[in-house]
């Protein structure tokens, strides 16, 4: 008798860093419609504000689509992107105003020292670096690229989310042309949250069935303080997310803050 095949969600699980968000890259902006971007941009103004900052050049480091970098532009900054995936990358272009972008990763920042007055990066792009050395690296090239006395505002699901199924969730049944059903496996000796996601796109009579699998890595408020100021950050803040309070156990969302000293020597240069 042959030897029965793996089922199919077993065979399509990309394998960490490895083409995710490929599939769903067509799909992204229509599954976040309603994600209130502008308010987040309100937000990260409002951080910015609080601490005395000022912004014209930015980054929006692990971009996606594209959707916070085009919000800023509408601002009037001055914005660029980039992201890992090259299948996100592309919807850039597409936005309104379209924001221009490159593939790059987050840990490898092929970007000239001093030259950013912030770098933005939201919606927890920065748990799918699962590597905590990767995750430090990032943080010291993201020092190097900012200019002295400038900052880096970012958001990080925390453990508490991780380990309690945040993502689990489905609206199978909803009739919404897009469905999906993502089913979360936490994993406490690594700290990784593995999401295996089905989705099926119905347009018509024609109906597109797709898969990923994402992963997260949950990282201690401490250890990313310690990263940041291993980095050669001068200041680090960490808020429970879209609030000037510090987190608490039940925060499923942090954002850090961290600002470049005006007299900092960057640790990669
Ligand atoms: C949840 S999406 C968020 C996208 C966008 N920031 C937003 O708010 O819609 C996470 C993004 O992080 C990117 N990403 C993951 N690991 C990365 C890395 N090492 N370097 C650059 N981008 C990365 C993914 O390709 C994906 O586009």
């Avoid at 299948?87 to 490159?102: D, F, G, I, T």
């Avoid at 690229?145 to 400038?150: D, H, Y």
Wanted: hydrophobic letters at 40%; proline letters at 5%.
């Amino acid at each position: 008798m042959a030897p029965r095949r793996p089922k199919a969600q077993a065979q399509q699980a990309t394998r960490p860093g490895h083409g995710e968000f490929d599939a769903v890259a067509d799909y992204y902006d229509y599954l976040m419609r309603a994600i209130p971007y502008g308010q987040w941009v309100d937000y990260v103004e409002a951080l910015l504000s609080r601490h005395g900052l000022q912004a014209r050049r930015v980054l929006d480091l692990c971009c996606g689509t594209g959707k916070v970098g085009s919000e800023m532009l509408r601002r009037g900054y001055e914005v660029y992107g980039a992201d890992l995936s090259e299948k996100m990358v592309r919807h850039c272009r597409r936005q309104q105003p379209p924001l221009p972008a490159a593939v790059m990763d987050a840990s490898a920042l092929g970007l000239r020292s001093n030259s950013f007055d912030l770098v933005v990066s939201l919606y927890d792009s920065l748990n799918y670096i699962l590597d905590p050395a990767k995750l430090a690296c990032c943080f010291c090239h993201v020092h190097r690229i900012l200019k002295p006395g400038a900052a880096f505002v970012f958001d990080m699901n925390t453990t508490y989310a991780l380990a309690a199924g945040f993502f689990a969730q489905s609206n199978l049944g909803s009739g919404d042309p897009l469905e999906f059903e993502w089913r979360p496996q936490w994993d406490s000796s690594t700290r990784i949250c593995r999401v295996d996601m089905r989705f099926c796109w119905r347009d018509g009579s024609r109906e597109k069935v797709f898969h990923e699998t994402h992963y997260q890595r949950a990282y201690e408020i401490e250890e990313i303080e310690n990263m940041l100021v291993a980095a050669g950050f001068a200041e680090t803040h960490i808020y429970h997310a879209y609030s000037f309070r510090p987190p608490s156990r039940w925060s499923d969302r942090i954002f850090g803050l961290a600002v470049k000293g005006d007299d900092a020597c960057n640790v990669l240069d």
